[in-house]
T-cell receptor, first 115, second 110 residues
Framework: EPEVTQTPSHQVTQMGQEVILRCVPI?????FYWYRQILGQKVEFLVS????????KSEIFDDQFSVERPDGSNFTLKIRSTKLEDSAMYFC?????????????FGNGTRLTVT | DQQVKQNSPSLSVQEGRISILNCDYT??????FLWYKKYPAEGPTFLIS?????DKNEDGRFTVFLNKSAKHLSLHIVPSQPGDSAVYFC?????????FGTGTSLTVIP
């Protein structure tokens, strides 16, 4: 069964450094998402992406964050200058189409630790 | 802004019995509801969903019930198995956004 893959599985970085989290969505999917889950908290929406542009973003997704689909298969999340509070699990997800009966499919996440 | 709530952080059930996980929501415009299962160190895995025009959807041991008037969603697992032990998230969809509950940790005791 096709799956969403994320790399790396764990990233440790120093505060103020830039990180890029990578995702390969399911190949025939059209909608792409990033979510994060801070330890012990709920899964939070960051951004959705369709047709090579951001379609929606949350308040969390400020100017420090950006997304890109550089080559038609990868979908990346960049955090320009990491803060301690960016430490979380980051999940990439994709969806085939918009509408009902089209669930999100998640990757296994990247655990980001900012020290 | 907690549009989807799971008020029980944990649940323990004996193997073979029924597990009932509950979820409440506030936005009556949600039109699609989902349950996800999550093991440690893995991403959420889609389990079952229901459209807002239905009140029940069944897939093997898993049944999702939707009560729109109460804005309440539940997941029934019967019979429960030890391998069902995981964190279960409910989610609700409107437009292109999904809102997740905080999760219920289910432990099925052999």
């Amino acid at each position: 069964e096709p799956e969403v893959t994320q790399t790396p599985s764990h990233q440790v970085t120093q505060m103020g450094q830039e990180v890029i989290l990578r995702c390969v969505p399911i190949s025939n999917h059209l909608y792409f998402y990033w979510y994060r889950q801070i330890l012990g908290q709920k899964v939070e929406f960051l951004v959705s992406f369709y047709n090579n542009e951001i379609s929606e973003k949350s308040e969390i997704f400020d100017d420090q964050f950006s997304v890109e689909r550089p080559d038609g298969s990868n979908f990346t999340l960049k955090i320009r200058s990491t803060k301690l509070e960016d430490s979380a699990m980051y999940f990439c997800a994709s969806r085939a189409v918009r509408g009902i009966n089209s669930p999100l499919h998640f990757g296994n996440g990247t655990r980001l630790t900012v020290t | 802004d907690q549009q989807v709530k799971q008020n029980s952080p944990s649940l323990s059930v004996q193997e073979g019995r029924i597990s009932i996980l509950n979820c409440d929501y506030t936005n009556s415009m949600f039109d699609y509801f989902l349950w996800y299962k999550k093991y440690p160190a893995e991403g959420p895995t889609f389990l079952i969903s229901i459209s807002s025009i239905k009140d029940k959807n069944e897939d093997g041991r898993f049944t999702v019930f939707l009560n729109k008037s109460a804005k309440h969603l539940s997941l029934h697992i019967v019979p429960s198995q030890p391998g069902d032990s995981a964190v279960y998230f409910c989610a609700a969809n409107i437009s292109n956004q999904f809102y997740f509950g905080t999760g219920t940790s289910l432990t099925v005791i052999p």
